[in-house]
Structure formats: structure tokens, C-alpha cells
């Protein structure tokens, strides 16, 4: 078979032996394959991945002297099962998975290992339990986008965002633009996207945003605010002496207090994602968010990165990270593409054969030109 492999961070189609399911796997036609941010990251950072995984208990992520296929967003069809399968999907049908392969070393993700080459390439293995039929004639473009919208998903439930929340999207590359189409289908009525970009605020505003901002003109934080939000340090001293004062003079006031503590009443908040990646977002985000601010870190930053504590302490932001999503994320994701319930189709900007993966990551530079192109294995197309 056919794949883009990546080596010494260049990339070359080469001729690879077709890939043999093993007991419990199954063997997919690759019909669409996402270029996802990471890919872009892991072409000349691949050592950086490794030493940060190895750190956490993982240590088999491709290096750069390596012969890596990428590739981990993709729909595909099923063209033959390994012993042990149950075969609940007629062969030729359409279907996604989610990239993990169980080998002799463990379960490693594919397009990130030797171990696990990913679906840049004409073939794919994947586990038969990690496979889903893909419903209602979804278009396969479409469909092997479930893996970075089940990305995006994760991110908004780790978010926990009420409707009635302002939830805040800094950066709209694909992720954050998932993130917008994900919070919208959860029914959240205010969110702000902000870029840099005109061309991915554009997006955003296609994608559902309510309020998009260049945030060279106004802080996000600005563009919508909740009523009762603590913009400032001062304005939240002022408002605990306030709150004694008010609680001292009415009789039970004390009491009242304690009851509002005990149910979780406290002043408004934004839910605030990151979908940047780049070192000093973070400090950014906190040193400009209201306090009692929820981060949720979408974007992915492998080097390391700065952190004044103290300002996160003194606001008591609330800051979590997002990683993948779980099986059932997953299929929920498929699900919400079939029934029309999410549609990243504004941007979906292109499409390669294998001879066009390297015009396409340089493509990928430009944010006015594209946000996400796709590889689909039997085109000629050599540039998106």
C-alpha cells in the first residue's frame, strides 16, 4: 500500500507491506485522513513529544530518525477482520474508530508510533471494539472529523458550562472552532470567539459565535460580560467588606450567608478555553480573566511554559486541561454529525492525495488561507 511517511521531519510516499489485523483488529480503507495541529507539531518537534511523553509513563511516541505514518482523524471502510472479530459491521461499510492499537508492547495511539502507523497512507488497523458504523449516509469528509469534534466535546463538558454562562473561546484554529460548534449544540446562548485572524474569525462567526473580536481592538473579556462578574481585584475586596457589613446590620444575616456559601452562590463567571498552544497564553488568560474564572486548556504546548501562581491564587481561577475524550465522547460525536446536530463543514478548507501532504502542512502556515485539510488516499491532488 500507499503512505506518507515522515522522516527527519520530511516527508516521502512510499510502497508499505499491507497491514495484517491481528485477533480483535480490523483492517480500514482509509477514505478521508485529517491533518490535525499536533501533526503539524510532531513533523519537526517529534523529540520534544517523545522526552515530554516518556516523562509520563509512555515511551514508545516516534522520534525523528524514525519512519512515523501520521494520521489519527480519518473515516474509513472496513476491508477485512483478524481472527476473534465478531464482524458486526458488513465489510465495505463506512466507519470510523477511535486510533488505538493494542500490540505486543501495549496499546499505543495510532499515527504516533511505529508501533501504530496512522491513516496517511491507503490502509489503517484499528481495534474492533473501538469501531462504529458510521449512520445516516454521512459524508466521509464529514465523519472523519469525529475525532477532533470528540476532542472538542471533552474540552466543553470538562468546562461544565451552563447555558446561561458567557463561555469564552481564545483561538480559533480547528480546535477552537470545535469547541464553539460543541458549545453551541449544548445550548450555551453566549459565546465569544477571539482571534487574531480575520480569516478564523470569520469562521468562528460561521461556526455559531455570538460575539467575535479582534483582540488587538477589545479583550474578550469585555466583548460580553455576565451582570455581577468581579472584573478586578478591588472590585472583589470591596465586595466581601460589603457583604460583612450588609450581614451584620440585618438580623439572621450571618446566618443567610452561610447558607448562600453552603448551596455554592457566588459571583458570575465566564468558562474560558484555551485553543492556542503557544507558551504565555495561560499567564495571559489569567492575568485578563475576571475573577472566579473557569480555564479549561484545550491547546496543546509541549515546550514549557510560565505561570505566576500567586495571580491564579489571588483570583481564584479555576484551571483544568483537557486531553482526547472517552469511547462514549466519541460516539456521541459520530452521532451529533449524523443527525445534523454539528456541521464543520465551513471549515473543512481542502483536500490532498498522499503526493500533497507536504504542500498541504505548509499550506497549513497561513491561517487566512486554511484551517483543516483532509487526505483522501486515492486523489492525485498534490496541493489543497
Same mark, same amino acid.
Given at each position: *500500500?500507499?503512505?506518507?511517511?515522515?522522516? %527527519?521531519?520530511?516527508?516521502?510516499?512510499? !510502497?508499505?507491506?499491507?497491514?495484517?489485523?491481528?485477533?480483535?483488529?480490523?483492517?480500514?480503507?482509509?477514505?478521508? +485522513? #485529517?491533518?490535525?495541529?499536533?501533526?503539524?507539531?510532531?513533523? &519537526?518537534? =517529534? @523529540?520534544?513529544?517523545? !522526552? *515530554?511523553?516518556?516523562?509520563?509513563?509512555? !515511551?514508545?511516541?516516534?522520534?525523528?530518525?524514525?519512519?512515523?505514518?501520521?494520521? %489519527?482523524?480519518?473515516?474509513?471502510?472496513?476491508?477485512?477482520? #483478524?481472527? #476473534?472479530?465478531?464482524?458486526?459491521?458488513?465489510? /465495505?461499510?463506512?466507519?470510523?474508530?477511535?486510533? *488505538?492499537?493494542?500490540?505486543? %508492547?501495549?496499546?499505543?495511539?495510532?499515527?504516533?508510533?511505529?508501533? =501504530?502507523?496512522?491513516?496517511?497512507?491507503?490502509?489503517?488497523?484499528?481495534?474492533?471494539?473501538? *469501531?462504529?458504523?458510521?449512520?445516516?449516509?454521512?459524508?466521509? $469528509?464529514?465523519?472523519?472529523?469525529?475525532?477532533?469534534?470528540?476532542?472538542?466535546?471533552?474540552?466543553?463538558?470538562?468546562?461544565?458550562?451552563?447555558?446561561?454562562?458567557?463561555?469564552?473561546?481564545?483561538? +480559533?484554529?480547528?480546535?477552537?472552532?470545535?469547541?464553539?460548534?460543541?458549545?453551541?449544540?449544548?445550548?450555551?446562548?453566549?459565546?465569544?470567539?477571539?482571534?487574531?485572524?480575520?480569516?478564523?474569525?470569520?469562521?468562528?462567526?460561521?461556526?455559531? $459565535?455570538?460575539?467575535?473580536?479582534?483582540?488587538?481592538?477589545?479583550?474578550?473579556?469585555?466583548?460580553?460580560?455576565?451582570? /455581577?462578574?468581579?472584573?478586578?481585584?478591588?472590585?472583589?475586596?470591596?465586595?466581601?467588606? #460589603?457583604?460583612?457589613?450588609?450581614?451584620?446590620?440585618?438580623?439572621?444575616?450571618?446566618?443567610?450567608?452561610?447558607?448562600?456559601?453552603?448551596?455554592?452562590?457566588?459571583?458570575?463567571?465566564?468558562?474560558?478555553?484555551?485553543?492556542?498552544?503557544?507558551?504565555?497564553?495561560?499567564?495571559?488568560?489569567? $492575568?485578563?480573566?475576571?475573577?472566579?474564572?473557569?480555564?479549561?486548556?484545550?491547546?496543546?504546548?509541549?515546550?514549557? @511554559? &510560565?505561570?505566576?501562581?500567586?495571580?491564579?491564587?489571588?483570583?481564584?481561577?479555576?484551571?483544568?486541561?483537557?486531553?482526547?475524550?472517552?469511547?462514549?465522547?466519541?460516539?456521541?460525536?459520530? &452521532?451529533?454529525?449524523?443527525?445534523?446536530?454539528?456541521?464543520?463543514?465551513?471549515?473543512?478548507?481542502?483536500?490532498?492525495?498522499?503526493?500533497?501532504?507536504?504542500? =498541504?502542512?505548509?499550506?497549513?502556515?497561513?491561517?487566512?488561507? &486554511?484551517?483543516?485539510?483532509?487526505?483522501?488516499?486515492?486523489?492525485? =491532488?498534490?496541493?489543497?
Amino acid at each position: *500500500m500507499r503512505a506518507a511517511v515522515c522522516q %527527519h521531519e520530511e516527508f516521502r510516499v512510499e !510502497d508499505l507491506p499491507e497491514p495484517t489485523p491481528g485477533t480483535g483488529q480490523v483492517r480500514l480503507r482509509t477514505v478521508r +485522513c #485529517g491533518i490535525c495541529g499536533s501533526d503539524l507539531h510532531a513533523r &519537526h518537534g =517529534a @523529540d520534544d513529544w517523545a !522526552d *515530554m511523553t516518556a516523562r509520563i509513563g509512555y !515511551d514508545r511516541t516516534a522520534r525523528s530518525h524514525e519512519p512515523v505514518v501520521f494520521g %489519527h482523524e480519518f473515516s474509513g471502510a472496513v476491508a477485512e477482520y #483478524g481472527p #476473534g472479530c465478531r464482524r458486526a459491521v458488513p465489510e /465495505g461499510a463506512p466507519v470510523v474508530a477511535l486510533p *488505538m492499537l493494542r500490540g505486543a %508492547h501495549g496499546v499505543d495511539g495510532t499515527g504516533l508510533s511505529t508501533f =501504530a502507523p496512522g491513516a496517511y497512507a491507503e490502509q489503517v488497523l484499528d481495534e474492533e471494539s473501538l *469501531m462504529f458504523a458510521v449512520p445516516n449516509g454521512l459524508d466521509p $469528509a464529514v465523519a472523519a472529523l469525529t475525532e477532533p469534534l470528540a476532542v472538542a466535546l471533552h474540552a466543553v463538558r470538562r468546562g461544565e458550562v451552563g447555558r446561561r454562562q458567557v463561555a469564552v473561546v481564545v483561538g +480559533c484554529g480547528p480546535i477552537g472552532l470545535g469547541v464553539i460548534l460543541m458549545l453551541k449544540a449544548q445550548g450555551v446562548r453566549t459565546v465569544v470567539a477571539s482571534d487574531f485572524s480575520p480569516g478564523r474569525r470569520a469562521l468562528a462567526r460561521a461556526c455559531g $459565535a455570538d460575539v467575535v473580536v479582534d483582540p488587538r481592538e477589545l479583550s474578550p473579556y469585555d466583548a460580553a460580560p455576565a451582570k /455581577g462578574e468581579l472584573r478586578e481585584l478591588a472590585a472583589g475586596l470591596e465586595l466581601m467588606v #460589603g457583604v460583612a457589613e450588609k450581614a451584620a446590620r440585618v438580623p439572621g444575616g450571618w446566618a443567610a450567608l452561610g447558607l448562600a456559601e453552603r448551596f455554592g452562590i457566588a459571583p458570575r463567571h465566564p468558562v474560558i478555553f484555551e485553543c492556542v498552544g503557544v507558551p504565555g497564553v495561560i499567564e495571559e488568560i489569567v $492575568a485578563g480573566a475576571p475573577l472566579l474564572s473557569r480555564i479549561v486548556v484545550a491547546g496543546v504546548c509541549v515546550g514549557t @511554559d &510560565h505561570l505566576t501562581p500567586a495571580m491564579g491564587i489571588m483570583k481564584e481561577v479555576d484551571l483544568r486541561f483537557a486531553f482526547a475524550y472517552t469511547p462514549p465522547e466519541f460516539r456521541r460525536t459520530l &452521532h451529533l454529525l449524523a443527525e445534523g446536530k454539528v456541521d464543520p463543514r465551513p471549515f473543512i478548507t481542502g483536500t490532498v492525495g498522499l503526493e500533497g501532504v507536504d504542500a =498541504a502542512f505548509a499550506a497549513l502556515a497561513d491561517p487566512e488561507a &486554511h484551517a483543516k485539510i483532509l487526505i483522501d488516499p486515492a486523489s492525485g =491532488a498534490t496541493a489543497p
